[in-house]
């Protein structure tokens, strides 16, 4: 049977993979200290840089910047170490251990997670006003231990000030304590969840997880051939650097010359050319020419890389038909001017793309809990991440930990179960997409979880105390750019193609994510108490965006809807197009659109990278057309070179952006 996301990838034998050799490669003692020294260190460069510096966002991207930047410096020292003491240099699957666990827990720190957390906590005290009188409202539905002490945020918000005092630390030492355990059991089920299709994605369907490319590539050759050899990729990392290089210094001097590649340039805008309806219905529109996501976009697949670009231009001309159509004239009712409800459609499409396949594999799943409960079971699990028996129960206990939690906030029993079970589904979706299409960074759908909840039930559906609950859930449903589920199944597959011990993979990956979590809160906490949360030291949107949750229930509470059904039936058109594309994809092998594409269209992910990926795509189909399989292999180093260059010439400017103490161009995102 051809899996209707991935035509290549028959699903095997399903004892195929106990005929492996079992993998081996341990966690070693230095290769873990390394690793949870690591993670404070890029905690707090990561919330300066992004924060105070405002500079590239180290975190928010799918191969994380600052992970990358710090793998590389490893590896330019362990070329000297090998050269001086080969005993002291660290072997692949060390380097890998390292690098798993940075990935997995520094996103934490990030857009999303914690810089949307801990100023959601303070802003409702901070940005109360006699007008909008959060606190009146609000405080009479929160329970005191979710919030740090009011007296302690003056500092927070002022700075000029340390975190580490004893005032400051007592009066956060509660909603730390209480939101360090949700989020290592949100990571926790995310963790289960990708234990249990780790084999349906690696060993059935042969995912190509296109973000593991890079770190497996420049870590390779540990004892053969060094990387710094490599010509080929040193032509592509030479490009970037000269194109950002030029860019940063044109940002600090403005007359020094450069190219233009990023969406921000006017040059590149494309908006002004459609200005009259229906053609204005375009909307924004730009190019750009990022070499990291040329880069990867070498590594996708061809139809998953056409479907991204192809998809986000039909988007457009579905605003311009919805013109043309008067659904945007003056005067149009909400309704219509919402047409044609483009992040509606991709929540339905990331909904079927989760159950559609877990439909598809329904039969393995079934094995997976025979194997896990019973005495003769299908599936070896020895050499998994876990037991399944482990996963399974510790997925259903998570979950059940997490409604709990709901309930003892203020919410109705059902609404932490509706809330939960849709998050996971868009999380599971937003990682499969990631394992097929490792873009830059990603978007979950515009409409957001908790959006799709007040759709179907309306604001009226909800008493007080449940919105008040399910505002604490919107800093981590905002923005996906950081969610850690990708990481770790990520973390998975490099484990795989080096052979590291799964079992091992599995205690780093948690064992880093317990200090990732309290590393985070340590980095932020101390750069807003220095430097103020509400000054113009730091980067305002951070700040404003931990207002958004008490803005949105402030406009419930203001305006009570009921369901809004346009957007109920936009989500169901979305899941059935899903489900056309994919059975499509299992009937008809010329079949040149994959799901993938229409699911990410309706996110904010395209915009900025849609022409890039075009790039990326025909520069592929070119070489592959013309060079064959031999061709494509023969410039991966190139293509690695290109996001490589990229990667480090941001980290660096970022470095003397934060020395020197000015603001430097943001290489990435815009």
Same mark, same amino acid.
């Given at each position: 049977?051809?899996?209707?996301?991935?035509?290549?990838?028959?699903?095997?034998?399903?004892?195929?993979?106990?005929? *492996?050799?079992?993998?081996?490669?341990?966690?070693?003692?230095?290769?873990?200290?390394?690793?949870?020294?690591?993670?404070?260190?890029?905690?707090?460069?990561?919330?300066?840089?992004?924060?105070?510096?405002?500079?590239? +966002?180290?975190?928010? !991207?799918?191969?994380?910047?600052?992970?990358?930047?710090?793998?590389?410096?490893?590896?330019?020292?362990?070329?000297?170490?090998?050269?001086?003491?080969?005993?002291?240099?660290?072997?692949?699957?060390?380097? !890998? @251990?390292?690098?798993?666990?940075?990935?997995?827990?520094?996103?934490?720190?990030?857009?999303?997670?914690?810089?949307?957390?801990?100023?959601?906590?303070?802003?409702?005290?901070?940005?109360?006003?006699?007008?909008?009188?959060?606190?009146?409202?609000?405080?009479?539905?929160?329970?005191? =231990?979710?919030?740090?002490?009011?007296?302690?945020?003056?500092?927070?918000?002022?700075?000029?000030? *340390?975190?580490?005092?004893?005032?400051?630390?007592?009066?956060?030492?509660?909603?730390?304590?209480?939101?360090?355990?949700?989020?290592?059991?949100?990571?926790?089920?995310?963790?289960?969840?990708?234990?249990?299709?780790?084999?349906?994605?690696?060993?059935?369907?042969?995912?190509?997880?296109?973000?593991?490319?890079?770190?497996?590539?420049?870590?390779?050759?540990?004892?053969?051939?060094?990387?710094?050899?490599?010509?080929?990729?040193?032509?592509?990392?030479?490009?970037?650097?000269?194109?950002?290089?030029?860019?940063?210094?044109?940002?600090?001097?403005?007359?020094?010359?450069?190219?233009?590649?990023?969406?921000? +340039?006017?040059?590149?805008?494309?908006?002004?050319?459609?200005?009259?309806?229906?053609?204005?219905?375009?909307?924004?529109?730009?190019?750009?020419?990022?070499?990291?996501?040329?880069?990867?976009?070498?590594?996708?697949?061809?139809?998953?890389?056409?479907?991204? =670009?192809? @998809?986000?231009?039909?988007?457009?001309?579905?605003?311009?038909?919805?013109?043309?159509?008067?659904?945007?004239?003056?005067?149009?009712?909400?309704?219509?001017?919402?047409?044609?409800?483009?992040?509606?459609?991709?929540?339905?499409?990331?909904?079927?793309?989760?159950?559609?396949?877990?439909?598809? @594999?329904?039969?393995?799943?079934?094995?997976?809990?025979?194997?896990?409960?019973?005495?003769?079971?299908?599936?070896?699990?020895?050499?998994?991440?876990?037991?399944?028996? =482990?996963?399974?129960?510790?997925?259903?206990?998570?979950?059940?930990?997490?409604?709990? &939690?709901?309930?003892?906030?203020?919410?109705?029993?059902?609404?932490?179960?509706?809330?939960?079970?849709?998050? &996971?589904?868009?999380?599971?979706?937003?990682?499969?997409?990631?394992?097929?299409?490792?873009?830059?960074?990603?978007?979950?759908? +515009? /409409?957001?979880?908790?959006?799709?909840?007040?759709?179907?039930?309306?604001?009226?559906?909800?008493?007080?105390?449940?919105?008040?609950?399910?505002?604490?859930?919107?800093?981590? +449903?905002?923005?996906?750019?950081?969610?850690? /589920?990708?990481?770790?199944?990520?973390?998975?597959?490099?484990?795989?193609?080096?052979?590291?011990?799964?079992?091992?993979?599995?205690?780093?990956?948690?064992?880093?994510?317990?200090?990732?979590?309290?590393?985070?809160?340590?980095?932020?906490?101390?750069?807003?108490?220095?430097?103020?949360?509400?000054?113009?030291?730091?980067?305002? %949107?951070?700040?404003?965006?931990?207002?958004?949750?008490?803005?949105?229930?402030?406009?419930?509470?203001?305006?009570?809807? $009921?369901?809004?059904?346009?957007?109920?039936?936009?989500?169901?058109?979305?899941?059935?197009?899903?489900?056309?594309?994919?059975?499509?994809?299992?009937?008809?092998?010329?079949?040149?659109?994959?799901?993938?594409?229409?699911?990410?269209?309706?996110?904010?992910?395209?915009?900025?990278?849609?022409?890039?990926?075009?790039?990326? =795509?025909?520069?592929?189909?070119?070489?592959?057309?013309?060079?064959?399989?031999?061709?494509?292999?023969?410039?991966?180093?190139?293509?690695?070179?290109?996001?490589?260059?990229?990667?480090?010439?941001?980290?660096? %400017?970022?470095?003397?952006?934060?020395?020197?103490?000015?603001?430097?161009? $943001?290489?990435?995102?815009?």
């Amino acid at each position: 049977m051809i899996s209707p996301l991935t035509k290549s990838g028959k699903k095997g034998d399903r004892l195929a993979a106990e005929s *492996r050799s079992r993998q081996s490669a341990r966690l070693t003692f230095r290769a873990l200290i390394i690793g949870l020294l690591l993670i404070p260190v890029l905690c707090l460069w990561i919330e300066y840089t992004e924060i105070v510096a405002q500079a590239t +966002d180290l975190a928010a !991207m799918s191969l994380i910047i600052a992970v990358v930047f710090a793998l590389f410096m490893i590896l330019l020292v362990n070329e000297l170490l090998k050269k001086l003491s080969p005993r002291l240099a660290l072997t692949q699957a060390e380097l !890998m @251990f390292v690098y798993l666990m940075q990935t997995v827990s520094v996103g934490i720190s990030g857009i999303g997670m914690m810089q949307f957390l801990n100023t959601m906590l303070g802003n409702l005290f901070y940005y109360s006003t006699t007008e909008n009188q959060w606190k009146q409202k609000f405080l009479p539905y929160i329970r005191p =231990w979710l919030m740090p002490n009011p007296n302690v945020l003056h500092d927070y918000y002022y700075g000029q000030s *340390r975190f580490l005092t004893a005032p400051h630390l007592m009066g956060w030492a509660l909603p730390i304590a209480v939101w360090t355990v949700f989020i290592l059991v949100l990571l926790g089920v995310m963790l289960c969840i990708n234990v249990i299709v780790r084999r349906q994605w690696m060993d059935h369907e042969r995912l190509t997880f296109p973000i593991t490319i890079l770190p497996l590539e420049l870590t390779r050759n540990t004892t053969g051939t060094s990387w710094l050899n490599n010509r080929m990729m040193w032509i592509g990392f030479t490009i970037p650097v000269v194109l950002e290089s030029l860019a940063s210094l044109n940002y600090l001097y403005p007359s020094v010359p450069f190219v233009p590649i990023k969406p921000s +340039d006017p040059r590149l805008d494309l908006s002004h050319l459609f200005t009259q309806p229906p053609w204005s219905g375009i909307g924004y529109f730009t190019l750009s020419f990022y070499p990291m996501v040329i880069g990867l976009t070498y590594f996708f697949s061809l139809d998953v890389s056409f479907s991204c =670009w192809f @998809f986000y231009l039909m988007t457009k001309a579905e605003n311009v038909i919805a013109t043309a159509w008067g659904y945007h004239a003056p005067g149009a009712g909400l309704a219509a001017s919402r047409m044609p409800y483009l992040g509606e459609q991709s929540a339905g499409a990331f909904i079927g793309l989760a159950v559609f396949s877990l439909f598809h @594999f329904r039969k393995y799943l079934a094995d997976v809990f025979r194997s896990a409960f019973r005495r003769n079971p299908p599936f070896n699990d020895e050499n998994e991440p876990m037991p399944y028996r =482990w996963a399974i129960i510790g997925m259903v206990a998570g979950l059940t930990a997490l409604c709990t &939690f709901g309930v003892l906030i203020g919410m109705t029993w059902y609404v932490p179960i509706v809330f939960f079970l849709i998050y &996971f589904i868009f999380a599971m979706t937003f990682t499969r997409i990631r394992a097929e299409a490792g873009l830059a960074w990603g978007y979950g759908p +515009d /409409m957001t979880p908790h959006q799709l909840m007040i759709a179907g039930e309306g604001v009226r559906g909800f008493n007080t105390s449940t919105l008040v609950g399910l505002t604490f859930f919107q800093w981590f +449903d905002l923005d996906f750019r950081c969610m850690a /589920m990708p990481n770790q199944i990520e973390a998975m597959k490099i484990a795989e193609n080096v052979h590291l011990n799964n079992r091992h993979v599995a205690i780093a990956i948690i064992v880093a994510t317990l200090v990732g979590s309290l590393a985070s809160w340590w980095a932020v906490l101390t750069c807003y108490y220095q430097y103020g949360a509400a000054t113009a030291r730091v980067n305002s %949107w951070r700040t404003s965006m931990g207002s958004v949750p008490w803005q949105t229930l402030q406009n419930w509470l203001n305006n009570p809807t $009921r369901p809004d059904f346009p957007r109920l039936e936009a989500v169901f058109v979305g899941l059935v197009i899903i489900a056309i594309l994919m059975f499509c994809r299992t009937q008809f092998t010329w079949w040149p659109f994959h799901p993938i594409g229409y699911a990410l269209a309706g996110t904010s992910t395209m915009p900025w990278l849609w022409c890039a990926t075009f790039v990326g =795509w025909l520069i592929k189909l070119l070489i592959i057309r013309y060079g064959g399989m031999s061709g494509y292999k023969k410039y991966i180093p190139f293509f690695v070179g290109l996001i490589l260059g990229d990667y480090i010439t941001g980290g660096v %400017w970022a470095i003397y952006g934060s020395i020197m103490g000015v603001t430097t161009y $943001r290489v990435f995102p815009i």
